[in-house]
């Protein structure tokens, strides 16, 4: 398992549900840059990558070799949304949306999990209609959810 590549797809999978952004990925690329002696050709074109669009930058996150390792990359998208959803309590619906999508293309740690990942996006729509729940109260539980399943170091 590469760490390299582990890291490259959690950027990836992050850009591709709009947890991070391009200069997110970038900023990443020019510190991996400055920390290898002789950083792999793929990071460098995602470095001098700063005009391009964000599916060009996850095609370039693509060709970073190696092979992820399964559970730190969830374990490391996990930390990104929790991140994300405690600096910017707005991000509770795309983060909810987030991890509606990771079920749908099968990215659960567990079956349990899959279970929580999907109602969370029914539970965030459900409140912001004012049918039913309160946006601050599934707040706490998403982060809470997200602690449970992340690390406190996160790739990138």
Request: charged share 25%; proline share 4%; with cysteine.
């Given at each position: 398992?590469s760490?390299?590549?582990?890291?490259?797809e959690?950027l990836?999978?992050c850009?591709?549900?709009?947890?991070?952004e391009?200069?997110?990925?970038?900023a990443?690329?020019?510190?991996?840059?400055?920390?290898?002696?002789?950083?792999?050709?793929?990071?460098?074109?995602?470095?001098l990558?700063?005009?391009r669009?964000a599916?060009d930058?996850?095609?370039l996150?693509r060709?970073?070799?190696?092979?992820?390792?399964?559970a730190?990359?969830?374990?490391?998208i996990?930390?990104?949304?929790?991140?994300?959803?405690?600096?910017?309590?707005?991000?509770?619906?795309?983060?909810?949306?987030?991890?509606?999508?990771?079920?749908?293309?099968?990215?659960c740690?567990?079956a349990?999990?899959?279970?929580?990942?999907?109602?969370?996006?029914?539970?965030v729509e459900?409140a912001r209609s004012?049918?039913?729940?309160?946006l601050?109260?599934?707040?706490?539980?998403?982060l809470?959810?997200l602690g449970?399943?992340?690390?406190?170091v996160?790739p990138?």
């Amino acid at each position: 398992m590469s760490a390299l590549k582990t890291e490259a797809e959690v950027l990836r999978r992050c850009l591709d549900l709009g947890v991070v952004e391009r200069r997110d990925v970038i900023a990443w690329a020019d510190a991996r840059i400055a920390q290898d002696d002789a950083p792999d050709v793929s990071i460098t074109d995602v470095a001098l990558a700063v005009g391009r669009s964000a599916a060009d930058l996850a095609g370039l996150l693509r060709n970073v070799p190696g092979t992820p390792d399964r559970a730190a990359y969830l374990r490391g998208i996990f930390a990104r949304m929790r991140i994300l959803l405690a600096d910017n309590p707005t991000a509770l619906r795309l983060v909810a949306h987030a991890l509606y999508l990771m079920v749908l293309d099968g990215e659960c740690p567990s079956a349990e999990a899959e279970g929580a990942m999907y109602s969370f996006d029914d539970a965030v729509e459900l409140a912001r209609s004012g049918t039913f729940g309160d946006l601050t109260k599934i707040q706490t539980e998403v982060l809470s959810f997200l602690g449970d399943l992340s690390t406190d170091v996160v790739p990138g």
